[in-house]
């Protein structure tokens, strides 16, 4: 019997697409019907990690979304280990079974979600000798083959700037400004706007919007990229990566992010696509942390982001870098 994630993977993937709306409401009715206790925005929040795992290309803006077409990739200095990623329709399963039964080493993890919010799909990896042979093996299991989709995906990584100009709050809906306080990581009640920020607040048909300020102009953004502007503004920092201590591993490590500036989508993408597994999530620390991730990776991601990237040695502090 198919887990909850895998259920709800299989489901949107026989679907194709749709909106987004429409996804989110029934991720989170099929959960509470197994008795999973839903967070508030745990739908959205499901919709999210599944995007960043690969399997679903979302346009929030528009507000639609699409099954992401399979495909084999190989992780990035795994010894021979690759990962499925992108739709899975039931005949995509039933090939995969096949092919575990006659000449594929298949391997299903679970991904660690935290308490309140909805299961997300088990990574799928094949196992591999020869490199030479994945393509082959990727038209055997009916999917594409990408020699890296992680070193792909940041390779295309945009520079974060501010979106286009926008218009500031309409007399009607001033109740409705928030400022996001970086220290606490939250948005807060404004009494104003008149000072530099990220703001967001509900339009005339009560959509949200989200806007930076910079002197006397508004401009459109995104949440996730919108924080990070507000960290370049500040000149504060967000982003640290340790590497492996095996040997012979110097080269990839731990990315930990802060709770409070979550990675944009694409960028997420890269970073879920070096291990093929969710981030874990570290309450003492308060961060998110991605696996085998290259230095290469690591520093791409934070310099598109207006970061500088903080470096820690096995027994650094926190936040200290080297």
């Given at each position: 019997m198919?887990?909850?994630?895998n259920l ?39 919709l999210?990690?599944?995007s960043a ?8 803006r528009q ?12 992780v ?18 039933q090939?995969a ?67 286009p ?48 300020r ?31 201590e095996?040997?012979?591993r110097?080269?990839v490590?731990r ?16 970073a ?8 874990r999530?570290?309450e ?22 207006h ?12 936040g200290?870098?080297?």
């Amino acid at each position: 019997m198919l887990s909850i994630g895998n259920l709800l993977l299989r489901w949107a993937s026989e679907l194709g697409g749709g909106k987004v709306a429409d996804l989110r409401a029934g991720v989170a009715r099929t959960a509470r019907s197994r008795g999973i206790p839903v967070r508030e925005g745990a739908d959205g929040r499901w919709l999210r990690d599944v995007s960043a795992l690969g399997h679903l290309d979302v346009d929030w803006r528009q507000g639609v979304w699409s099954a992401a077409p399979a495909v084999l990739t190989r992780v990035p200095f795994s010894d021979g280990l690759a990962v499925v990623v992108g739709r899975r329709t039931a005949s995509f399963d039933q090939a995969a079974d096949a092919a575990a039964e006659k000449w594929a080493e298949l391997l299903w993890v679970e991904n660690e979600v935290a308490e309140g919010d909805i299961p997300v799909p088990d990574t799928l990896y094949l196992q591999y000798d020869a490199a030479e042979r994945l393509s082959r093996d990727a038209e055997h299991l009916g999917c594409a083959y990408a020699p890296c989709a992680a070193l792909q995906a940041v390779s295309l990584l945009p520079e974060i700037a501010a979106g286009p100009a926008a218009a500031p709050p309409g007399l009607g809906n001033t109740h409705t400004v928030e400022r996001y306080n970086s220290q606490r990581r939250e948005y807060e009640p404004a009494h104003g706007y008149s000072e530099d920020g990220l703001y967001r607040w509900r339009s005339a048909d009560w959509v949200r919007l989200v806007q930076i300020r910079r002197g006397d102009r508004f401009f459109s953004t995104e949440h996730e990229y919108g924080v990070y502007l507000e960290h370049e503004r500040l000149g504060t920092g967000a982003m640290r990566w340790k590497a492996e201590e095996g040997a012979g591993r110097q080269r990839v490590g731990r990315l930990a992010v802060d709770w409070g500036a979550p990675l944009p989508p694409l960028h997420a993408r890269a970073a879920v696509l070096c291990s093929g597994l969710q981030p874990r999530f570290h309450e003492l620390a308060q961060t998110a942390g991605y696996d085998n991730v290259p230095f290469a990776v690591a520093e791409r991601l934070a310099a598109s982001l207006h970061q500088e990237l903080e470096i820690q040695t096995s027994d650094a502090a926190p936040g200290k870098a080297e």
